[in-house]
């Protein structure tokens, strides 16, 4: 202890991997991390929008590199984590497991080639990331893992039974693994968002499997003490909090972003409420 403000509350000096760093919440983390002064690494799938997302990063003085790499693919992440380790001169200070992704349909839908694509994407890549991470990060002598789960993990909803168990297992292996990696300064935690505005959250929660999108965010507004959707960066604020040497004592835990909506509240008369089905149009048409 005894360290200074500045050290506590700076990444300077540390170097992160995030998955899945080019839209949405992975991308807020990339800026918040790099914005803290760490060097980042990301990855995506589609190789332009990595390079049109590298470009916007370069010229905002963040620095930021990537690979193009689907994280479901054992052979991909192990290329990936190779890169990484010859970038960062075998040391890691941050892991953000952010990649996740859903396929809408009721229980008994799902195809096993649905399960497995979803298993590998949500969870498996999550695990097998931080294992392979795992001799960078107790290098570095500071690391951090944040996985990024979901209210789901712990709240079913019925257009996501996979996802949510996925995301369920996702919170019990971040449980386990701070446990076994404390003795290696590693602290592992878990952050929970409720819907976030992101290409995901419109592409799966809402353009796909409901018909009746603008009830369903009202709905969720409504159960919400806040009284509206979350967006990328107050997920991305508590992710890199929890990277911080301020954070130095905080690990094992699942920490919710949701506007209290897990409270489970019944009634609070919030005043946005009112409005919600003029927010509502106004995001189903990309303008929120
Ligand atoms: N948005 C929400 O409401 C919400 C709520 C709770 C939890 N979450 C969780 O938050 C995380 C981020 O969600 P998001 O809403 O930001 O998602 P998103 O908008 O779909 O963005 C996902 C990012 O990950 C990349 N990606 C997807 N699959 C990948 C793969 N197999 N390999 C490598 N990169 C991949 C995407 O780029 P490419 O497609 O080009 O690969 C993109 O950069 C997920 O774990 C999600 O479950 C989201």
């Not at 360290?3 to 998955?19: C, E, F, I, K, Q």
């Not at 893992?145 to 993990?153: G, R």
């Not at 409720?194 to 799966?204: D, E, G, M, W």
């Amino acid at each position: 202890m005894g360290r200074s403000y500045d050290s506590r509350w700076s990444l300077h000096g540390m170097t992160a991997l995030v998955t899945g760093g080019t839209k949405g919440i992975g991308h807020a983390n990339v800026e918040e991390l790099a914005g803290l002064g760490a060097k980042v690494h990301t990855c995506s799938r589609t190789e332009s929008e990595l390079d049109d997302c590298l470009l916007e990063w370069k010229a905002k003085g963040l620095h930021v590199t990537g690979s193009v790499c689907d994280v479901s693919d054992r052979a991909q992440r192990e290329s990936l984590l190779n890169t990484v380790s010859s970038e960062f001169n075998g040391k890691l200070n941050i892991v953000i497991n952010n990649v996740g992704t859903n396929i809408g349909k009721m229980v008994s839908d799902y195809t096993a080639k649905d399960v497995a694509f979803l298993t590998s994407t949500n969870f498996e890549s999550a695990y097998n990331i931080s294992v392979l991470a795992h001799p960078l990060l107790k290098a570095s002598a500071a690391g951090s893992i944040v996985f990024i789960s979901s209210i789901i993990s712990t709240k079913p909803a019925y257009f996501a039974p996979i996802y949510g168990a996925n995301k369920g297992a996702m919170n019990q292996l971040a449980k386990h693994l701070a446990y076994d990696w404390a003795g290696d300064n590693i602290r592992v935690n878990t952050v929970a968002p409720a819907v976030i505005k992101t290409p995901l959250a419109q592409r799966y929660f809402f353009w796909q499997f409901f018909e009746g999108h603008e009830e369903l965010i009202e709905t969720a507004v409504s159960r919400t003490p806040i009284g509206r959707l979350g967006e990328p960066e107050e997920v991305s604020a508590m992710v890199a909090f929890l990277c911080l040497p301020a954070a130095s004592y905080v690990t094992g835990q699942l920490i919710y972003v949701d506007g209290g909506m897990t409270t489970n509240g019944i009634y609070f008369p919030h005043k946005k409420i009112k409005n919600t089905m003029s927010c509502v149009s106004l995001y189903v048409v990309g303008k929120l």
